[in-house]
């Protein structure tokens, strides 16, 4: 059995993103509230459920943002300074904080490249790879040089 010291140092996935799917059960529920104050004819009731449904949307989106930085520095705590490990982060979180670092690494200027870890997807619905097209998007669509090595799990960016 795991040590309580063990689980509060190395938070799992589903801890960073519980805050975040909290916010979205509860906007699901202000929609369903809202649904039934409008076939009511509830007007006032149905807009106070629909505004309170975006709010939870908001904050479902903040704690998403949350949650990415959080894993992201988790699993790139201990790895070389030239490699990047993009698990764990859905594809719109994984391009943005690649960006982030392709400009970190460029304005430094003391690589030629960076290893990109995308996984192959064998933990995602359907076996697709989705950070990994998200991230060939990305890289094409900014004309910047890479080389999938690795079986496919890995990127090798051009700086």
Do not use: W
């Not at 801890?15 to 009511?40: I, M, P």
């Not at 998403?64 to 990047?84: C, L, P, T, W």
């Amino acid at each position: 059995m795991e040590d309580v010291a063990s689980v509060i140092d190395n938070p799992s996935y589903q801890d960073y993103r519980a805050e975040a799917n909290l916010h979205l059960q509860k906007r699901t529920e202000c929609l369903q509230k809202a649904s039934v104050a409008r076939r009511k004819g509830m007007g006032d009731v149905s807009t106070y459920y629909t505004r309170l449904a975006e709010h939870h949307r908001v904050k479902s989106k903040e704690a998403d943002f949350s949650a990415a930085s959080r894993i992201f520095e988790d699993k790139n705590r201990y790895r070389d300074n030239n490699e990047v490990d993009l698990h764990g982060l859905h594809s719109h979180e994984s391009v943005a904080l690649l960006e982030q670092v392709i400009q970190l690494k460029r304005t430094e200027g003391k690589m030629k490249y960076i290893n990109v870890i995308t996984g192959r997807g064998n933990r995602s619905r359907g076996g697709v790879a989705k950070v990994k097209q998200a991230v060939v998007s990305y890289l094409d669509n900014q004309r910047i040089s890479y080389r999938v090595e690795n079986g496919g799990g890995m990127i090798r960016v051009v700086l």
